[in-house]
């Protein structure tokens, strides 16, 4: 299953604001843009990002409630009963500062649902390992997380884990034709020989506000 159809299953309405709205790149027409699957469901769905570029992209192409603006320290006048962000986390300085933000703009009980590469996914151990000492793809990659310290680190903000699981992520469009290899394998042959431990390369964590 599509990473964006997994998370979709954990948000509750009606609403809701996606931080990191943009991705890596505006993809309106593609399946694994998370943003734009979001609003199907959620139409009055808020949009934050870091880059102005990126949320200029959308705002010509028609989105709207999209804004600029730091995920560890951001300001809305009104209250979330889902925060979601995808791919986001791994990329920030000060992860606990997002957290708190991400609280404060809960309401009672709302729910943070977020998504990180799982570092001990054979993808990563693979990349790390003939890559070395360049052990992540992304150069905007700041910190890995394992599902015992993004525990660790809600358990300190607030959160309570409700849910959490590894999923898998391979987006079959990818320029690179090794990737495409790889990942044809680990989600076909790869099911039947590999462990999901090895073969799911994201954590999924659902949290919820006290």
């Known amino acids: 299953m599509i990473r964006s159809e997994t998370i979709i299953k954990h948000v509750i309405g009606p609403d809701v604001l996606d931080i990191g709205c943009a991705g890596h790149k505006v993809t309106p027409d593609s399946p694994y843009w998370l943003h734009g699957r979001l609003r199907e469901k959620f139409p009055s769905i808020f949009g934050l990002d870091y880059s102005a570029e990126n949320i200029k992209t959308m705002i010509d192409l028609g989105f709207e409630n999209i804004f600029v603006g730091n995920a560890e320290e951001f300001i809305f006048d009104k209250k979330f009963d889902t925060i979601v962000a995808g791919e986001l986390i791994e ?40 890559k070395f000492p360049k052990t992540c793809e992304n150069d905007e990659h700041s910190i890995w997380f394992c599902p015992q310290t993004l525990g660790e680190l809600a358990g300190r903000s607030g959160f309570n884990i ?9 987006e079959f469009d990818n320029p690179s034709f090794l990737y495409r ?15 999901k431990r090895l073969r799911h390369n994201v954590i999924l964590c659902v949290l919820q506000w006290e």
């Open 181 to 195: 290899l790889f990942a044809r394998f680990v989600t076909s042959v790869g099911r039947l020989l590999l462990p």
């Open 91 to 130: 990329h920030l300085s000060n992860p606990g500062d997002f957290m708190q933000s991400c609280a404060n703009h809960l309401k009672p009980g709302g729910r943070l649902v977020l998504t990180t590469p799982y570092a001990f996914s054979l993808l990563y151990i693979l990349y790390a390992f003939l």
């Open 162 to 170: 409700m849910f959490w699981e590894l999923i898998e992520d391979y």
